[in-house]
């Protein structure tokens, strides 16, 4: 049968709405960043305790005591994790998703509880959107939206759409026909008859799609971390990537917390607005009694009682910052001028990039850091999402990254090189000293080879070249993982004696921390050494004429970045940065070198 080229088709397709509607995406990304930023700033103005408080008094109002205590408690734990802002701005992308999804579904179930042509119309493209990967629709949500919070809000909304168009519309069908012929019996209009007798009685199940959208709109913002949305999503993206199994849990609780308090609160507040839900809801409480943890208070009193917390908070001053401003100096040459740094979690991509954003921030720059995997990387950066990352290898490793976006990027310079691409194995390995090897020792590995990840370029260059090369591919597998978990499986072997094949690259400090060999390539099917670049986006360095000088001129020797690792890894995860400013302080006189300001006073600025 012929190859359907529907792949290309939908390239085609998407290419031309690039080109031709990207005005259309540049509106919807506009209003999606106006609401997102609004939200954040009203969550994210007050202390956390105060909007804890808050929240705990509107879960006192409509579930009870109980849980006003619990919802406070709860809120309290993500701020005690140091996960506030995390939080709120995963709920702020929660939220924008979900009335975005709601103004878009509801209507539309209504349509299709009407009419019978629209619901068969319908059904096919939710069950479309319900069964497609959810990964899947991050990359068009890229091409048109770019990265961070719009392409995450637009692959959200689209992938819970369908909960709320499928439950509006069962609630409304499931409404008795008699009702509706009795309403129409009376002369009752149409649109009188859906919004006073279908609406009402289809609230339960609607709210149930609701909360349908909302959950999952949550199970989406870690997958919507890949692509820079940040939150605690990207938190757990941050933690898959570097194999933080502490920072994976607090995440995950944190979302958890927010699940579990969206849940109870959507349905808490069905049972409010819908009157059969009021009417059951008081026969409930008349057959059990009057008990203190169930007691509720009266809208006014909850009102009141937020009222109360924000006066007392205001009386604190609790809300904002200081009021004090920084007094300029000679190293203030950024003056809070933003910078947003990309990298992949590789050992040598975290060190460049913490220890650029400590030079920065030296320097007076405001920086922020993500991570991504390689390929939303040089999207991000080639779409000026990113104004630089620190670890391209070039021209092999990343030569598909480059011969894609090359014609969007600037290529600052190589920092580090040469390198080298290797297959490594532990030294008591005995026998197996080259590639060639390999072939007639499968047995003892398993039949595998630990790799990194996917995208990454020597993986590409492992599974089409390599393994070809030396006649392996009917012997091996390559295990595709991350960085963090091929050296989780490195250690795991070395310290039970066990055979292992790894990918590795020089320089490494994992060939300090083990003895481990470099299998040789007699044939070069890894090709010549690359230089780590630094590559930005177009412009970056017009813009920031400074900064990009700073990083043309900059280099590190093996000793020092090898060192500057191994520092990073001893001070463990989450510290990266104290680890840097440890290593700076150990060698003075680098901060100066690589960040050259002008001398004040005739004496050059400390090194920090």
């Known amino acids: 049968m012929p190859r359907l080229h529907l792949g290309d088709w939908v390239d085609s397709g998407v290419d031309w709405l690039v080109t031709h509607m990207s005005w259309l995406f540049d509106a919807i990304k506009t209003v999606v960043e106006g609401m997102y930023d609004g939200i954040d700033t009203v969550l994210t103005a007050p202390e956390p305790l105060l909007l804890a408080g808050i929240l705990a008094v509107l879960a006192w109002w409509l579930r009870g005591l109980v849980a006003g205590v619990l919802a406070f408690a709860g809120f309290a734990l993500i701020d005690s994790l140091d996960l506030w802002d995390k939080a709120m701005s995963t709920l702020s992308l929660v939220i924008v998703a979900t009335v975005i999804a709601l103004v878009i579904s509801l209507p539309l179930g209504i349509w299709a509880a009407r009419s019978k042509t629209v619901s068969a119309a319908v059904r096919p493209v939710l069950d479309l959107l319900q069964t497609m990967p959810s990964m899947v629709l991050l990359i068009p949500a890229i091409l048109f939206f770019g990265m961070g919070v719009p392409a995450g809000v637009v692959a959200t909304l689209i992938f819970a759409l369908a909960p709320g168009v499928r439950m509006t519309e069962l609630g409304i069908r499931q409404v008795d026909a008699e009702l509706v ?83 109870r609160m959507t349905g808490a507040l069905g049972t409010h607005i819908s009157p059969l839900g009021r009417r059951a809801a008081a026969k409930a409480r008349a057959a059990s009694g009057p008990k203190v943890w169930n007691y509720r208070p009266r809208p006014v009193v909850a009102v009141a009682g937020v009222a109360a917390l924000a006066l007392v908070a205001g009386g604190l001053g609790v809300f904002g910052g200081s009021s004090g401003t920084a007094e300029a100096s000679a190293t203030d040459v950024g003056k809070g001028k933003e910078i947003k740094i990309g990298y992949i979690p590789w050992d040598e991509g975290i060190a460049s990039t913490y220890l650029w954003k400590e030079l920065l921030e030296e320097r007076g720059f405001k920086v922020t850091t993500t991570q991504y995997a390689a390929g939303p990387l040089y999207t991000g950066v080639a779409t000026g999402q990113i104004d630089f990352q620190t670890d391209a290898w070039l021209p092999t490793t990343h030569a598909e990254y480059w011969k894609k ?57 492992l599974k ?15 295990v595709d993982g991350s960085t963090p978990a091929m050296l989780a499986e490195l250690k795991r072997a070395y310290a039970k004696k066990q055979p292992i094949a790894v990918t590795l690259w020089s320089p490494h400090w994992a060939y300090s921390d083990y003895d481990l060999k470099k299998l040789k390539d007699p044939k070069g099917a890894w090709g010549k050494g690359d230089g780590v670049h630094t590559l930005s986006r177009k412009g970056f360095a017009s813009d920031n004429p400074e900064v990009g000088r700073w990083l043309k001129d900059f280099s590190m020797t093996e000793e020092q970045l090898t060192g500057l690792e191994a520092q990073i890894q001893k001070s463990g995860k989450g510290r990266e940065q104290d680890a840097v400013r440890t290593w700076l302080r150990q060698h003075p006189g680098l901060v100066d070198k690589w960040a050259p300001v002008a001398k004040s006073g005739g004496k050059s600025q400390a090194a920090g």
Not at 207 to 235: C, F, H, K, P, R
Not at 413 to 436: F, H, M, Q, R
Not at 464 to 478: A, C
């Open 181 to 263: 012929e009795a309403a129409e019996a009376f002369g009752t209009t149409p649109r009188d008859t859906l919004l006073r007798v279908q609406l009402p009685l289809a609230l339960p199940t609607i709210m149930a799609g609701v909360n349908q959208v909302i959950m999952l709109g949550l199970s989406m913002v870690v997958i919507a971390g890949m692509v820079g949305t940040g939150g605690l999503g990207g938190a757990v993206n941050e933690a898959i990537g570097q194999l933080d199994i502490g920072l994976g849990f607090e995440a995950g609780l944190g979302i958890v917390v927010l699940a579990i308090y969206l849940d």
């Open 405 to 461: 976006y090359g014609k969007q990027l600037d290529d600052l310079g190589s920092w580090y090189g040469p390198t080298s691409l290797e297959i490594t194995v532990p030294s008591y390995v005995k026998d197996v000293n080259s590639l060639a090897d390999l072939k007639n020792h499968a047995s003892e590995f398993d039949g595998k080879i630990v790799g990194i990840e996917p995208s990454a370029g020597m993986m590409g260059l």
């Open 464 to 478: 089409d070249n390599v393994l070809k090369e030396y006649g392996l591919e009917g012997s091996y597998d390559v």
